[in-house]
């Protein structure tokens, strides 16, 4: 790199991302041997390594989505820059376990002591090594490098005067910066790095209506937040409380309102199924969403994905034809359909190894017909399907044939005449869904749905950097396919269906039904909800238990104020929900400063229709990404990591994946870490 001359930089955001960034600069610059100086500011409010979302004191009962053999903040990528220091969270785990840091609590102690590595630890954990990390990290600088961090908020970033002559300076010497810090401080340096990662965002109309009318009936409104941020100890206990959204954040609040509570979930004798005694300090949890179920649970395996599915036609060297071809591929029409094969294989290939009897003829004589059916180009566009369709119809039994679009929705379709018919039905969903998680590579189900998620890992490359079309990104990708594959393949850990199970099975937790609609009764003085495919006497839809006296009745109120005759109640309503991500709603000084001023803009993206729609994120060039500002220019000197990124990459908000994670390496597993390094090397290379 040549670097002769001093540089200073800043890193706004002090997490994971921010991390990275500060680990790629560092080994960058002992990697370049410079004569020069490199100074960095490290701001962000909460503690550097850990950030807002990981810190090591939260309550150890939220857990991470991932697997210890997972995630990493290190790169293993040979290509780039050997790490000064650091490893995966998996190799700190069996450290921790053999020599475990002097400053480990008590509690982090025995957390490792009986954590492996395909368990899901807790964030806290994951907290903690990302502080050791750190410390380890700093420890190790290179010659001419100091650090310094910042517990404060960046509350502006506005051009500064310029280094030097401006007329004489090189094309690539940047317009300085000043960052002015809500405590007064003013930091100019060369550069700026946005990590902002996860945001508070303003709430939507609908929740600010929620919330002022919260304030003028003496209701209680919990709008969306990080969960280890929200004080659970004001939800009154023994009354109904009215929860929003069943998807991760949903496990999270159950967590804090039962365990968190001092109830204890214990294994019925001679059985594994989960039976639940409670504390008595729990609330009665009234759970909706709009498919009137949790998110499906995650199937038990060695590695993150099966290792029995093996894709066969949407693989990045299929992806890879595209490009190559001067093609940029629809999502509907050109990407679905390689994954829908995929999914479709997965399943009757494992159903005819593991249930033959479900096959009417030879299962090898089926898979034979099946894979001619899938082959692309065998048949024309769109008549694949029917095809398809046909050879497994005379092949398998109705019952066992696959409905890939009705996993998604398991109620769908079905009316329910009492709010007890509806429990029933979600306890054996839950139950089945835990069963077959317990199968793993033996499930038809769960490999289907593998097949998606090795799927998802080829579409995030396949799609980056506007590599699909606008309308099929707006459309296909975030329009439908999100929201399906997320409620397949991001489900939680098996035991938390488990847990569900046991907590409806003891009246702790009731349900609303699919496609709830939400309202305020002015006469009862409660939140109310109610689905459309659920009747019955409002009676059954509060009576939790023998503790749930206070709830008889309330339902029969919101009835008469609201004419939703089988409608639920309540003067306690959570969002279990995370804030939105679109920075054009992000309740960041920074950002409504950065947007406000014209440093950056939201993306655009075209419909069908040829209408102009705004996106969840910055509007980007790369690489390394740089933001556009107002008038379409890029402002150098400003790099953007991690989930603002979210309208130019798909799925921003999980961690990098280890390289030692059992299975397939894909080339998104690591693409953070990739792009952290690519900002490193260009602020160093200015």
Known sequence: MGISRSIRTAVIGAGPRGTSVLERLLANWAAAGPAGTLHIDVIDPYPAGPGHVWQPGQSRLYLMNTQSFYPTVVPEDRELAEPLAGRTFDQWRALQQHQPEPTLTEAERAEVAGLGPADFPS???????????????????????????????????????????????????????????????????????????????????????????????????????????VDWSVVPAGQPVLVRGMGLNFFDVMGQLTEGRGGRF??????????????????????????????????????????????????????????????RPSFDYDLWPLLHRDAIWAYYSTLARSQPGAILTDPAEFLRALEESLRPHAHSAGKWEHTTESVIAVHVREAQRLDLLGLAAPLAGRSFGSRAELDAAVVNYLLDDARRSALGE?????????????????????????????????????????????????GPPALRAAQLAALARAGVVRFVGPDPKFGVDLLARAFTAASPWVGGGTD????????????????????????????????????????????????????????????????????????????????????????????????????????????????TAIAAEAKQNPGPVYRSGQRTLRDADEIARDILDR
């Open 123 to 229: 964030r806290a954990l994951y907290g903690r090594y990302l502080r050791s990390t750190l410390e380890e990290l700093l420890t190790r600088l290179p010659d001419g490098v100091t650090v310094d961090f910042h517990p404060a908020t960046a509350t502006s970033v506005r051009h500064g005067a310029e280094p030097g002559d401006p007329a004489a300076a090189p094309a690539r010497t940047p317009v300085r910066f000043d960052v002015v810090l809500d405590d007064g401080t003013v930091l100019t340096v060369d550069s700026v790095v946005l990590a902002l990662g996860h945001l508070a965002a303003q709430l939507n109309a609908e929740q600010r209506e929620l919330l002022a009318a919260a304030k003028e009936l003496g209701l209680l409104y919990m709008p969306p937040a990080a969960p280890a941020d």
């Open 442 to 490: 033996d499930d038809p189900v769960k490999m289907a749905i593998g097949a998606l998620h090795h799927g998802r890992a080829v579409l995030k490359t396949a799609v980056a950097d506007s590599g699909i079309t606008d309308e099929s990104w707006v459309a296909g990708l975030r329009g439908w396919f999100e929201s399906f594959v997320e409620g397949l393949a991001s």
């Open 540 to 651: 059954e839809s509060v009576d939790g238990g023998p503790e749930a006296a206070g709830m008889a009745g309330v339902g029969a109120d919101a009835a008469a104020g609201s004419a939703l005759a089988a409608g639920v109640s309540a003067t306690t309503m959570i969002e279990a929900l995370a804030p939105a991500n679109r920075v054009a709603v992000n309740a960041s000084p920074l950002l409504e400063q950065l947007l406000a001023e014209g440093l950056v803009r939201p993306r655009l993206m075209m419909t069908a229709e040829g209408i102009p729609v705004q996106t969840s994120g910055l509007d980007v060039v790369p690489h390394p990404y740089r933001p556009l500002g107002a008038n379409g220019s890029v402002t150098e000197g400003l790099y953007v990591l991690g989930l603002q990124l979210s309208a130019t990459q798909w799925g």
């Open 266 to 327: 214990l294994t019925a004798e001679g059985t594994s199924e989960l039976t639940y005694q409670p504390s008595g300090r729990e609330p009665h949890i009234i759970a909706a969403s709009r498919r009137g179920t949790p998110y499906r649970a995650k199937a038990t395996l060695t590695g993150y994905y099966p290792g029995a599915v093996q894709l066969r036609y949407c693989t990045e060297a299929a992806i890879a034809k595209f490009a190559d071809s001067g093609i």
